[in-house]
């Protein structure tokens, strides 16, 4: 952004009135630091003057995404063998995150095998920036009483037997 060539003056105010000031040159404002520019100062009476200036750029404040501001935690979720449980089960701290945070598998889970496997958990902010969370997810094999359902029967005794 190129400043007001007046700005780079700093005694205005003992000048003429009427006084016009212009940069010489366009300035360089897109490489931050210090750069030098000219003021030409033009009178009332067509006169001018020229006045070297240092002109300082700043980069602009880097706003932080969402990823930076935020840390998801992971944690274990268990879950029986064939069911992929849902992504966000994998997140503790939700409540944390901003409202529209949207969770994801980074790749298919292994449900079939019995066991534990580390996986990881997309969080995808309201911005598109995203944190990657390390999950582990216990794959249950069911238990006997889960696969097997026992049917009743009428079963005849003696008395007392």
């Known amino acids: 952004k190129t400043p007001e060539a007046q700005a780079g003056v700093s005694n ?23 750069n030098e520019g000219t003021v030409v100062v033009t009178y009332p009476d067509g006169s001018q003057d020229e006045v070297p200036v240092k002109v300082m750029v700043k980069a602009p404040e880097k706003v932080p995404t969402d990823a930076e501001k935020y840390t998801p935690q992971g944690q274990e979720v268990e879950t029986a ?3 992929t449980p849902e992504a966000q089960a994998g997140v503790s ?12 598998w980074k790749a298919p889970l292994d449900v079939e095998t019995p066991g534990e496997n580390t996986d990881t958990v997309v969080v995808t902010y309201p911005d598109g920036s995203q944190d990657e969370v390390p999950v582990k997810v216990v794959v249950k094999a069911p238990t006997d009483a889960e696969k097997y359902t026992p049917q009743g029967q009428e079963v005849e005794t003696a008395q007392g037997k």
């Open 12 to 34: 205005k105010v003992d000048l003429p009135a009427g006084t016009k000031y212009s940069w010489k040159d366009p300035l360089d404002v897109e490489t931050p630091g210090e």
């Open 81 to 83: 063998q064939g069911k």
């Open 93 to 104: 701290n939700k409540s944390d995150l901003p409202a529209d945070t949207k969770y994801s």
